[in-house]
């Protein structure tokens, strides 16, 4: 579920700022901005899953890494 949060969280923040830098820079209609940004954000949350996901478990495994102990063996002698 992580994964599909990172995902659409980057995806959305990423048309919204997308949206109102061009409404603040350009003079195309809202209408048009609005279909410009949103239109394409599914296929980009499609495209971006994976990336999500590696991101998603580079963070975990970076914070909460899984280590071997080392067991003391008993050696014959």
Known sequence: MAIWGVNYGVIGLG????????????????FHLFLFCVMPAPFLSVLFA???KSMFLALDHFFDPHLRN????KTAE
């Open 70 to 73: 080392k067991k003391h063996r």
């Open 15 to 30: 048309g919204m700022s997308l949206y109102f830098i061009l409404r603040t820079t350009t003079e195309i209609s809202p």
């Open 50 to 52: 994976r990336h999500a």
